[in-house]
């Protein structure tokens, strides 16, 4: 779950309040999408999901999905609150699952499966992966371990204007006190050059900065300490800068080619050119703030607050897909572009997950993990499945 640290500012004249919209209403969000070449939606779009048959999921007879029944489980305990989900919540609960066609054999009974699709129809779209990077490093610095991973600095300001402006429900504005001026909080490139700016906030120190980057983009991570015990962190705040991507920098200055784009060439590139990793970096002003997960956590907590599942948990657009909801997915392994066809569940958001049709793929802890996860970049197709009572969130009876 996201931490914020809300306050309520009464009495501020309505031109502030568009001030400051205008400073951060861009900054909102720890991914924030890149911006990117689309096609013109046609005059009247098509709808985002439409009805489809059990029988268009490819290869769902060999799929088993009892992780995804296990998951959904534990995602109910929110779910059953809503209208339409109560009866499918009470089924899963009490469902015998020993094998995979009796899992199946839940889903086909208590659910719905609605095509999802572009603007044009399509039902085309872009999966990426996401993972948990594992990083060395240590709770006191040292000469190996000298680049801190920061907890949520006491003076980030997070500013909820929904009471006031509900149009503005989905911003929250960030920023911290300069006298009685609320200003942007300091950019990656300040913290980097300054420490003493969140000196105490310190969790852990890590000896590797563009890690500790990687860390930050993907929103969760494991440190190694020296005595073997591995920790959790999770995302817990920003500092409210847009992110920029450096991958896109990079192919902007002619250092890649579309083609060897990928985290692994990214963390090539940066140790080949050691002396411009720092310049690199700060060209992105965004700042991930982290906090520690018990020992209970064996996996992050996606946006439900509910543990991922490794290889079954996708992040989504929650305009399209509603968080807790199962889906379908159809694309092609990263690695050998064999077909990859299977249940997910979603249980996890992003800045950078945005559209219709699309989705990043949580592959779970590790190496091998971000191995897949920094080359997945594939076209795919998806199904929502809902309960027979309940609609996809964009859905309206006259489309």
Same mark, same amino acid.
């Given at each position: 779950?996201?931490?914020?640290?809300?306050?309520?500012?009464?009495?501020?004249?309505?031109?502030?309040?568009?001030?400051?919209?205008?400073?951060?209403? @861009?900054?909102?969000?720890?991914?924030?999408?890149?911006?990117?070449?689309?096609?013109?939606?046609?005059?009247?779009?098509?709808?985002?999901?439409?009805?489809?048959?059990?029988?268009?999921?490819?290869?769902?007879?060999?799929? &088993?999905?009892?992780?995804?029944?296990?998951?959904?489980?534990?995602?109910?305990?929110?779910?059953?609150?809503?209208?339409?989900?109560?009866?499918?919540?009470?089924?899963? +609960?009490?469902?015998?699952?020993?094998?995979?066609?009796?899992?199946?054999?839940?889903?086909?009974?208590?659910?719905?499966?609605?095509?999802? *699709? *572009?603007?044009?129809?399509?039902?085309?779209? @872009?999966?990426? +992966?996401?993972?948990?990077?594992?990083?060395?490093?240590?709770?006191?610095?040292?000469?190996?371990?000298?680049?801190?991973?920061?907890?949520?600095?006491? &003076?980030?300001?997070?500013?909820?204007?929904?009471?006031?402006?509900?149009?503005?429900?989905?911003?929250?504005?960030?920023?911290?006190? &300069?006298?009685?001026?609320?200003?942007?909080?300091?950019?990656?490139?300040?913290?980097?050059?300054?420490?003493?700016?969140?000196?105490?906030?310190? @969790?852990?120190?890590?000896? &590797?900065?563009?890690g500790l980057f990687f860390l930050q983009i993907q929103g969760s991570g494991r440190i190694r300490l020296p005595d073997g015990e591995r920790v959790l962190v999770n995302y817990a705040d920003q500092n409210g800068h847009p992110y920029r991507s450096i991958g896109r920098l990079l192919l902007q200055r002619g250092e890649m080619t579309p083609d060897q784009m990928s985290m692994q060439n990214i963390r090539f590139w940066a140790r080949r050119h050691p002396d411009r990793v720092a310049e690199l970096l700060a060209e992105n002003p965004s700042y991930i703030f982290f906090r520690r997960l018990g020992s209970e956590w064996l996996t992050p907590p996606g946006a439900m607050g509910l543990a991922l599942v490794p290889e079954r948990s996708l992040a989504v657009d929650p305009r399209y897909v509603p968080l807790g909801a199962p889906v379908f997915l159809d694309t092609t392994w990263p690695v050998g572009q064999a077909p990859l066809r299977r249940l997910m569940l979603a249980l996890d958001t992003g800045g950078a997950i945005r559209g219709r049709v699309r989705a990043d793929f949580f592959w779970g802890l590790g190496d091998e993990a971000g191995a897949l996860a920094g080359r997945m970049k594939q076209p795919a197709r998806l199904w929502l499945l809902l309960p027979a009572d309940v609609r996809p969130p964009s859905f309206s009876g006259g489309e």
């Open positions: 779950m996201k931490a914020f640290c809300s306050i309520r500012i009464k009495g501020l004249k309505k031109g502030l309040l568009l001030f400051l919209v205008t400073v951060f209403a @861009l900054a909102a969000c720890a991914r924030a999408p890149e911006k990117r070449l689309e096609k013109a939606p046609p005059a009247v779009a098509a709808p985002a999901a439409v009805p489809a048959d059990w029988r268009e999921l490819p290869d769902w007879e060999e799929d &088993d999905p009892r992780p995804v029944l296990a998951a959904f489980v534990e995602a109910c305990r929110a779910l059953r609150w809503r209208p339409g989900w109560r009866n499918s919540c009470e089924a899963a +609960g009490n469902w015998p699952a020993a094998t995979a066609e009796e899992a199946r054999r839940f889903f086909v009974g208590y659910f719905r499966p609605w095509r999802l *699709q *572009q603007e044009d129809g399509s039902p085309e779209g @872009l999966l990426t +992966g996401y993972y948990v990077p594992e990083l060395a490093g240590s709770p006191t610095p040292d000469r190996r371990f000298r680049y801190p991973v920061y907890g949520v600095p006491d &003076d980030l300001l997070v500013i909820d204007l929904a009471s006031v402006y509900p149009e503005l429900a989905r911003y929250r504005l960030r920023g911290r006190l &300069d006298g009685r001026r609320v200003v942007p909080y300091w950019s990656r490139a300040e913290i980097d050059a300054r420490p003493e700016l969140l000196a105490g906030h310190e @969790l852990f120190w890590v000896e &590797d900065p563009v």
